[in-house]
């Protein structure tokens, strides 16, 4: 049974009703996983616990990208260096399932823009206001706009 990944925890979740990975294949894509991560040959065979936390972090993350439905990554650029953050903006690029990231790295999230549904950082309240107030905003935007329309119609016939 396939499983979702919260890297924060390292904790999986049973995921019913989906097709698990091959098992023939998945020790493949593992390594290819930890190679575009930076491990070389010795450190597939070194135990998780001998690792530093940077080197767990790219575990976790390896983890992570075998077979979610959905992903949940909080702060998945902590303890990285530029060329594991690299592989893992392109592995999320491409990523076509449910995506939910927190991170407080400016670049990684300009990188991300692709991605992002919506942006928002505030309260609750806060949001709910700015939200009516942009509805508020693009119905007035779109009724002037009709109205534009209407007058160039109208003067042109």
């Known amino acids: 049974m396939p499983m979702m990944w919260c890297a924060?925890?390292?904790?999986?979740v049973p995921m019913a009703g989906i097709d698990p990975m091959d098992a023939s294949t998945a020790e493949m894509h593992a390594?290819?996983?930890?190679?575009?991560?930076?491990?070389?040959?010795?450190?597939?065979a070194k135990p998780t616990p001998d690792s530093s936390g940077g080197w767990r972090m790219r575990i976790v993350l390896a983890r992570a990208f075998m077979n979610p439905t959905i992903l949940l990554l909080n702060g998945p650029t902590n303890h990285?260096?530029?060329e594991a953050c690299i592989w893992l903006e392109e592995k999320l690029k491409y990523f076509e399932h449910v995506l939910l990231v927190i991170s407080h790295s400016p670049t990684f999230i300009i990188h991300m823009q692709k991605k992002i549904v919506k942006l928002y950082s505030g309260f609750y309240d806060q949001y709910v206001q700015t939200c009516s107030e942009f509805e508020e905003n693009q119905t007035k935007q779109y009724k002037w706009e009709q109205e534009q329309i209407a007058n160039m119609k109208e003067y042109i016939t």
């Open 8 to 12: 924060e925890v390292d904790a999986a």
């Open 31 to 44: 390594v290819q996983k930890l190679f575009g991560l930076g491990f070389d040959k010795q450190m597939h």
């Open 80 to 82: 990285l260096d530029l």
